[in-house]
């Protein structure tokens, strides 16, 4: 192989790497477009929404084993799918005032989406340990 040749062959290989690195890091799937993505985040804001009393959202918080009464801040922009589910997240605040990411678990059934529920990601940017990961 000449040195050109390798040369281009190392430059591909990191331009692809750093690219679907960046991809996974981000948590996003780029395939998931258009009319899907809205469909999704749709059924997000609609599950908050019916989920909300008063302008809080409660989710049970499995680790500490207390529920969180949270606000909306704002919706991610990333979906990415764990085998039947789509999977975004949210960030919102608790009373304290810390920042807890929440994952949303959608499933599309027939032409709905249906968001199923919704697990704590991160409390101030110290990821939770679940098993999405392995769907």
Do not use: W
């Not at 690195?21 to 809205?38: E, H, T, Y």
């Not at 789509?86 to 919102?92: E, K, L, T």
């Not at 605040?93 to 709905?112: E, L, N, P, T, Y």
Request: proline fraction near 1%.
């Amino acid at each position: 192989m000449s040195v050109t040749t390798r040369f281009s062959t190392v430059l591909v290989t990191l331009f692809f790497g750093t690219f679907l690195s960046f991809n996974v890091f981000a948590a996003n799937d780029p395939s998931i477009k258009g009319q899907l993505r809205s469909n999704i985040q749709q059924s997000m804001n609609e599950f908050i929404n019916r989920q909300s009393i008063d302008g809080y959202v409660y989710v049970y918080d499995a680790v500490k084993g207390s529920l969180l009464k949270l606000q909306l801040d704002k919706l991610h922009s990333g979906i990415v799918k764990k085998g039947d589910f789509y999977v975004s997240c949210a960030d919102f605040k608790d009373q304290k005032g810390r920042k807890i990411d929440i994952d949303f678990m959608v499933r599309s059934s027939g032409k709905a989406f249906i968001t199923t529920q919704a697990l704590v990601h991160s409390i101030d940017g110290k990821k939770r340990k679940y098993h999405l990961e392995k769907m």
